[in-house]
């Protein structure tokens, strides 16, 4: 069984599908493992030190995917309208293995079939708790929060922490975190270590007590909607207009009072909810910085740039791209180890060959296509 690990080409990525620890597994799996020349540079792995744990490096990605089984990356690959054409290289009956984004590139699920390449999406892990260990959303959303807080006190002309010296005292930042799921979580408990005074709002109830526990105060309009605004995977129900227009009112509020926001709030398959708008932006303090994690997905502020920094109405915007991958030694770490631990589920520990139990339901959960159909009801013409 050979598994192929590719470089990745999109722009703003960083990441690697392994490291040298998931190789030594793999092999200790009875894989042979391929890795491209070059794929770990950028995340601090060296060809060495993959060749050191025992995989092979190819000169290219034709001769890391020829003959394998199982190919991993980061992101979906690019096709011919893209750049390089990475699709086309792959082997038919192969399984691709990565982030694949199906909602943002519809089109690309049944270019996989008729690759009659079988194709699974990691973001499609189904949250139970046998699959934890498999989530790379939360792995990378984790490090994201952490980032996105470091990134506004970069931005930020003040401190953070409340000082107290001869001269005067500094006042502590406050910082607003919009929604509260896992990167909502770590910023609120990054940009407490830091010393700031932070609140933070979530329209999923089950968020108020972990707001709290992290010492942040809890802003939302908690009516009979609000109890009822998630659904069964934990994820954040789309709210009716008079919930939002409510809500808006009391971050309108709050906002003014706020140094930095930082949003947060995604809906798989959807474009990313307008949070903070124009008018709330220009009742900001000059100097305030708001950090858009959505951006990639149109933005929880409207105002946001993809990939830019940039200043309206005296308020900074970041918007950078790819946050995970702006650590990218870490990000490729934890997503290696999920790859690995859902790889690990597909391969039969006595043949040590890839053996698919297509009934699993993590399996169904994230499979996209197989043996040239299209076999994911949400992405089925």
Not at 30 to 56: H, L, M, N, P, R
Not at 181 to 203: C, K, M, N, P, Y
């Amino acid at each position: 069984m050979k598994i192929g690990i590719l470089k990745e080409r999109r722009a703003h990525e960083k990441r690697c599908a392994a490291t040298p620890e998931t190789v030594k597994k793999y092999i200790g799996l009875g894989a042979e493992v391929v890795v491209e020349a070059g794929a770990g540079v950028a995340a601090s792995i060296s060809d060495a030190a993959f060749e050191a744990a025992g995989a092979k490096i190819a000169a290219d990605a034709a001769a890391t995917v020829a003959g394998a089984d199982v190919v991993l990356k980061v992101q979906r690959p690019m096709t011919a309208a893209e750049g390089a054409d990475e699709l086309a290289q792959l082997p038919k009956g192969t399984t691709l293995i990565a982030i694949l984004n199906p909602h943002g590139a519809k089109e690309q699920v049944g270019a996989y079939a008729a690759a009659g390449v079988d194709a699974m999406a990691m973001e499609l892990v189904p949250r139970i708790s046998r699959a934890q260990s498999m989530d790379v959303l939360s792995s990378q959303a984790n490090l994201a929060g952490y980032k996105a807080v470091i990134d506004a006190a970069a931005e930020f002309n003040r401190a953070f922490p409340m000082m107290m010296t001869a001269a005067g005292t500094v006042a502590p930042a406050r910082v607003l975190v919009m929604g509260a799921g896992v990167a909502g979580l770590q910023a609120i408990a990054t940009a407490r270590r830091l010393g700031a005074i932070v609140s933070a709002t979530d329209v999923r109830p089950a968020s108020k007590e972990q707001v709290k526990s992290l010492g942040a105060t809890f802003v939302a309009v908690e009516d009979d909607e609000f109890k009822q605004a998630e659904t069964t995977a934990g994820y954040a129900k789309p709210m009716s207009e008079a919930y939002q227009a409510k809500q808006a009112a009391l971050i309108a509020e709050n906002i003014q009072k706020q140094d930095i926001v930082i949003t947060t709030a995604l809906i798989p398959g959807r474009k990313a909810p307008v949070l903070v708008t124009e008018e709330m932006v220009k009742s900001m303090k000059a100097g305030s910085v708001i950090v858009d994690l959505a951006v990639e997905q149109g933005g929880n502020c409207p105002l946001s740039e993809l990939g830019k920094v940039v200043e309206k109405h005296g308020v900074k915007l970041v918007g950078h791209a790819n946050v995970p991958s702006r650590l990218s030694a870490d990000s490729t770490a934890l997503y290696a180890k999920n790859l690995l631990n859902f790889v690990t589920l597909l391969i039969d520990k006595e043949s040590k060959q890839l053996k698919i139990n297509w009934e699993d339901e993590i399996v169904k959960g994230v499979a996209l296509t197989k043996g040239g159909q299209v076999i994911h009801p949400n992405f089925q013409a």
